[in-house]
């Protein structure tokens, strides 16, 4: 999940705002709106597969602010899939070290696995937050690995609907229905890992999976 940066940039407008009047409390928390897997690689500047080797508090140099902080994230590389013409090699990444700015915890003492997502800033540095695609690797699914190298990308241009309520219809034939929240309550149900919405040679879009047949039928699945 204009998207995940746009969601969270809102609010960190709001809480520097206040610093910058004398305010001294946070008093929001890190809200975001529910997004598809792909949406949120699609919004995305830079999606890598990482390692965690370290972490420390920096501070900005001009700023004594407790909520200016920020975790760096020693990592290592391991493979990118978005952002190969903004970054080469990234070495750290940073967010916030509340959580109520959308900071982020990440395991640094076992060399965890994770699949980071997130922004660069204008020094260059990866900013990662809540609202970004930030997940163990081992927790992803096998189709959610596959479609990170190839499939969300094919349909960046799709535009995915997410359904709370019935009737439930699409607007237009380059949309996907989202339907976890219906069928599983759940915002990580099967679409979410299992399937990829995908623009097919007609232009419109479809609901895509590389693998064996759903256990449930989706409002509007068809097979590209």
């Not at 001294?24 to 690689?41: M, R, T, W, Y």
């Not at 990592?75 to 190969?84: H, L």
């Not at 060399?111 to 992803?140: F, H, P, T």
Request: one cysteine or more.
């Amino acid at each position: 999940m204009a998207v995940s940066q746009d969601r969270s940039a809102c609010l960190r407008l709001v809480v520097l705002l206040l610093l910058g009047v004398g305010m001294e409390e946070v008093v929001e928390g890190c809200s975001c709106n529910p997004a598809h897997p792909q949406q949120l690689f699609c919004s995305a500047e830079i999606v890598i597969r990482a390692k965690i080797s370290g972490e420390k508090i920096v501070s900005p140099s001009n700023s004594s602010s407790p909520y200016m902080k920020m975790i760096q994230y020693e990592i290592k590389m391991i493979k990118m899939f978005k952002g190969f013409d903004r970054a080469k090699d990234i070495q750290y990444v940073y967010t916030p070290v509340f959580s109520s700015l959308c900071g982020v915890k990440l395991d640094s003492n076992n060399k965890a696995g994770y699949l980071l997502s997130g922004s660069m800033w204008s020094d260059g540095r990866i900013s990662i937050g809540q609202c970004d695609l930030v997940e163990s690797w081992d927790n992803l699914s096998l189709s959610q690995k596959k479609n990170l190298n190839y499939r969300y990308q094919m349909g960046c241009e799709c535009r995915i609907n997410t359904c709370y309520t019935v009737p439930c219809v699409s607007t237009g034939e380059n949309e996907c229905l989202w339907t976890d929240w219906l069928l599983d309550n759940s915002l990580n149900g099967e679409q979410a890992r299992q399937y990829a919405c995908i623009r097919r040679s007609d232009t419109s879009c479809s609901w895509y999976r590389g693998g064996p047949p759903p256990e449930k039928d989706f409002l509007d699945m068809t097979d590209p």
